[in-house]
């Protein structure tokens, strides 16, 4: 009964207001507006598919500088929890759901969504297409968006002025001012902070005491503290907008065991001198397939990235280790010289599967074992033999309802005629 007091009175005196979603290409949406109450609000679209972790989406720093449309329908259900925050407050810009669950029912649950996005002061718009949304953003590609109860020409407007994330330096908005000491583990890592997540640091934490340092702490620094291994984290944006963070990963390359995910795979990358480029709408869900090229196992990966390592022109001081079943992208990394990998994915999976944890036991393994530069495999080994797959249409995607249906009737009528 308390429960349902608490969330009774959070949700009192909370009229909808009506709202529009303006992309910067002119598409408009209809909604209700929720979460803190803004005439406009504006970042980069994309879409999350995943089905449940909405809160830990919403609070992953990756996401700064970008809205988050949910493809799930139904959000909010189950409250928010505070233990279940993957940093100190949401970077995001906004939310974008279909339908926003204003009563949660959860035994766990401190608060509803608005209510933690109105404290926090995120704004979100409910009520929209989010099916139609996401088929314009996999044909149209992320873009600038705005959202809020001013008029559509206002809307539009600041849409077309908001810049995105090309070339902006988003780690610097989320990284720690001062570094931090988690877990007590008999290793010793400097994780760097370029946006990382409390469930990254809770599983380096069983291997290692970790220090999380600001994105911008200079590697002879880090080398001072003598770590065991260095840790290059997720975080948001542009990796080409971050040199300083470069430039600090090729001073610790053959020093020092380092491991990077997200961001820090792109950015271990550029330090080898490999390209990065923007993908068309991203990865963001909690179930994208990749293959592991040593085993040909496949792992269901989450991700959260607008980035990526072009495969083409890699040195032979690296070889392709992970690739993605969708698209084909680069997915993982290792250095045939020094003692470095990285994935493009989460192997902490908060949320999302717990496939890759394994990668974990392999960075411990890097640093407690001297390393071996392994044999240079040919260089028609370095990527997958299957080709990436063609390029996704909407055209191509059956309704139920039309093609599927008409298909399964022809059978039905000619295994009547056999019969």
Known sequence: MREVALHEDQSRDRQ????????????????ELFGAQAEVATGEVVFNTVLSGYQEVITDPSYAGQVIAFTYPHIGNYGVVPDDDESTRPFCRGIVVRELSRRPSNWRSAEDLDSFLRRHGVSGITGVDTRRLTRHIRDAGSMPCAFGSADERVLKQAAADEPGT????????????????????????????????????????????IEVVPASTPAADVLAREPDGVFLSNGPGDPAAVGYAVDNIKGLLGQVPVFGICLGHQLLGAALDASTYKLKFGHHGGNHPVRRLATNAVEITSQNHNYAVSADGLSDAMAVTHVNLNDGVVEGLRCTEVPAFSVQYHPEAGPGPHDARYLFDLFQDLMVTPFAPPTPPPTSARLPHTPAPPPFSSQNVPVLGTECDEKGEKGDREEAADA
């Open 166 to 209: 090309d070339g902006v330096d988003l780690v610097a908005t989320v990284s720690t001012a001062q570094p931090y000491t988690v877990g007590d583990g008999p290793l010793r890592v400097v994780a760097y902070d370029f946006g990382i997540k409390r469930t990254i640091l809770r599983h380096l934490s069983g291997i290692a005491t």
């Open 16 to 31: 909808p207001r009506a709202g529009l979603l303006v992309l910067a290409d002119g598409t408009v949406f209809e909604g």
